[in-house]
């Protein structure tokens, strides 16, 4: 049984930094993509971005490029969202899912955490 569980989230000013990370269990780890997913208030849940299960290959939104870094430690079962320069419309629940197989593609996820909520302040 997969389970994957956030934390890291808070409330932040404009500019700021949060990390995010997810810790997983249940199944090899590093056979799978992981990524990072978001749903604000009223909106579709949207893609983030997600890593490959070496942690090599990479994919982000457009809308944050160059802001947000997504690794993971694979002895640790562990992935990571590094959040910089924080706009008030990065607000939402941030959620990590696991794919069902290695390629950090924006679909295909199999299991999902419960979310962490981000509020960044202008």
């Known amino acids: 049984q997969v389970q994957l569980l956030e934390s890291g989230g808070g409330l932040v000013q404009a500019g700021g930094s949060l990390r995010l990370s997810c810790a997983a269990s249940?199944?090899?780890?590093?056979?799978?993509?992981m990524g990072w997913f978001r749903q604000a208030p009223g909106k579709e849940r949207e893609f983030v971005a997600a890593i490959d299960g070496s942690g090599i290959e990479t994919n982000y939104a457009d809308s944050v490029k160059g802001r947000f870094t997504i690794s993971r430690d694979n002895a640790k079962n562990t992935v990571y969202l590094q959040m910089n320069s924080l706009k008030p419309e990065d607000t939402a629940v941030y959620y990590c899912?696991?794919?069902?197989?290695?390629?950090?593609?924006?679909?295909?996820?199999?299991?999902w955490g419960q979310g962490t909520q981000v509020t960044v302040s202008s």
């Open positions: 899912g696991q794919r069902g197989g290695p390629a950090p593609s924006m679909a295909g996820y199999d299991y």
């Open positions: 249940g199944r090899t780890f590093s056979r799978y993509a």
